[in-house]
């Protein structure tokens, strides 16, 4: 089941994005020492609570069995335009189709939304990640390398 985060929720939805972006880190290398601003160590309480009271993002988590094992969040941009934000599937939850319905959730509510594009980033190196969004309608734009992460970021869209 799907349904919109709850304050009391915060904890829960920071341990499966650390946990889920942490399977990111150890496959490819980054350390909080090389990657201090990778999701897998920057995220927190205080950052998801600013996107939800701050920012008013929309923040849905997939609830199995009265556990917490997937989350997504939705930056409404200018133009039409929204960011999928750390969609994550806890390691254990994986490969059950779960990231899928959470994927097929967020483009319905931000195109209620009225967000005619979704804006998505990668870990470029990731390329069963990339793979999969493609396979999921979205269209690789191209990457950019910051000096601060030891991996290129990758661009991706998909139309609405």
């Not at 009271?53 to 609830?63: A, F, I, K, S, T």
């Not at 929204?82 to 509510?109: D, T």
Request: glycine share 6%.
């Amino acid at each position: 089941m799907i349904r919109e985060v709850f304050h009391e929720d915060i904890p829960a939805c920071v341990n499966i994005i650390k946990q889920s972006f942490k399977t990111v880190a150890d496959e490819f290398g980054f350390t909080e020492e090389n990657a201090p601003r990778f999701t897998a160590f920057a995220t927190n309480e205080e950052r998801l609570l600013w996107h939800m009271d701050g920012e008013h993002r929309p923040m849905y988590v997939y609830e199995e069995a009265g556990v917490l094992c997937g989350y997504y969040s939705l930056l409404i941009q200018e133009n039409n335009e929204c960011e999928l934000n750390n969609l994550a599937v806890l390691p254990e939850y994986r490969h059950k189709g779960i990231g899928k319905q959470l994927l097929e959730h967020a483009y319905s509510v931000a195109r209620e939304k009225d967000c005619k594009l979704m804006n998505i980033g990668i870990v470029e190196e990731n390329t069963k990640l990339r793979k999969w969004y493609e396979e999921n309608g979205a269209i690789h734009l191209g990457t950019h390398k910051f000096d601060f992460f030891p991996f290129t970021c990758g661009y991706m869209r998909k139309e609405l």
